[in-house]
């Protein structure tokens, strides 16, 4: 315990007191400890009972307050309807005083949680943006690319909507981690396209050059994440529950939609993108000059 602060010129200087080493070694020493009372000194066994209780090994705390997690596995058929049940009936329950059931604050705090993915996800697509702008020294071009990662989404909601899943926490991981994996391929067929351009090749001829040779190792890269993630699919749920079926399908299905229209619609947004880029340089070239107005 705490004893007043020493005074030591001008200092202050915490003082506590414990029993000493060998009279704390274990608990039969610890009730041979003598504690004065009104009648003389007594043992500490004989003021007390000490026996061994079950606690638990850890005090976890939410919003500085003490606080259990208890976890419950629900059958895939009336999920919502047992929730609300569930609601319905700790709403009900006389607690002692101090006492809560915080369900809503875990639902408030998953939801945050979400927001904070959700504001990453946005926050990657900028930067993959921006690093693209300087590697192609161009901003315009790799809007090409960025605009396909909508596709993705779409072979997401294909999946989940197929095998009857709704996407859990891990399958909104996925989706991030689906923003670096699938523009990769647009980033490849883009730079093919660029270098056989400047080699002297006519556009529309590059791209049907870059979309043959590129074809193969992209459908490579794609088959093998693909089956790299297939038994994970099947895989049962962790030792605490955690089940990574919706993050395997997340990428199951980001892939291969983005894979399979990638190589479709890059192409279609660089010829668009090309030509609004040279359109805006012509109309430069022609209102530059009369911006400056007559030389004279």
Known sequence: RSLP????????????????????????????????????RLPLAALTNARPLTAAPYIYRVNRKISRTITLDLAEEGREATRQRLTALTGGLALPEGVQVA?????????????????????????????????????????????TMPLAAIGVGWIHFTTGRDIDFLG????????????????????????????GMARNAAIRMATRRRFRPIMMTAITTVGGMVPLAFAESSSIGMSYTSFSLTL???????????????????????DATAALIRAWAVVSPLARGPAS
């Open 103 to 147: 369900g809503r604050a875990q639902r408030e705090s998953f939801e945050n949680d979400l927001s904070s993915l959700f504001f990453a996800l946005g926050l990657s697509v900028v930067f993959i943006y921006l690093l693209m702008g300087f590697l192609f020294e161009s901003f315009v071009l790799p809007l090409s690319i960025v605009l």
């Open 172 to 199: 909104v991981v996925g989706i991030v981690l689906l923003v670096g994996v699938v523009v990769n391929n647009g980033i490849v067929l883009v730079d093919t396209i660029g270098r056989l351009r400047r080699e």
């Open 252 to 274: 199951i299905g980001g892939m291969t939609s983005g894979t399979a229209l990638t190589l479709l619609v890059v192409p279609v947004f660089y010829t668009f993108f090309d």
């Open 5 to 40: 602060r020493f005074q030591d010129e001008g200092r202050e200087v915490p003082v506590r007191i414990r029993f000493r080493k060998a009279d704390r070694e274990d608990l039969a020493e610890l009730e041979t400890f003598l504690v004065p009372t009104a009648s003389g």
